[in-house]
């Protein structure tokens, strides 16, 4: 499965749609004032308050799946709270939440997972029925 085929993500209780609109990317990198250096390409981008993750696709394949799990990432920390978990979050209360939140991610999503394992060992092994 391409990354190009995930069009929806469930993350908690919030379905994130995803895109490889170059447009919009350009869009919303102008809404926010633009890359910090020229000539830079976005490779992805997460918006919270759309609940929309944009992955490049001037991308290798390879490329892609790591962008969009780094953007899963990004939608998973949103959704458990960000920024706002308290004053001083201890490393171990957000690893917590990400992990668990991440973990349902996986269980949850199957051409996520199906994309992101795309010509790796471990979905040959998955298709084996070896775990």
């Known amino acids: 499965m391409k990354v190009k085929q995930v069009t929806e993500i469930e993350i908690g209780a919030v ?17 926010i004032g633009g890359p910090a250096q020229e000539n830079t390409v976005v490779a992805g ?8 993750i ?13 962008t969009l799990w780094h953007e899963v990432f990004h939608a998973c920390y949103d959704v458990i709270g960000g920024m706002r978990l308290g ?30 394992l795309a010509d790796s060992i471990s979905l040959e092994t998955i298709q084996r029925r070896e775990i």
């Open 15 to 31: 379905t994130w749609l995803v895109s490889q609109n170059e447009a919009e990317i350009a869009a919303k990198i102008e809404m």
């Open 45 to 52: 981008l997460t918006d919270c308050f759309s609940g929309a």
């Open 54 to 66: 944009h992955v490049h696709p001037g991308q290798s394949e390879s490329q892609q799946r790591n």
């Open 87 to 116: 004053a001083e979050p201890s490393e171990d209360d957000v690893i917590m939440q990400v992990s668990s939140t991440l973990l349902a991610t996986i269980r949850n999503n199957p051409a996520l997972m199906l994309a992101l």
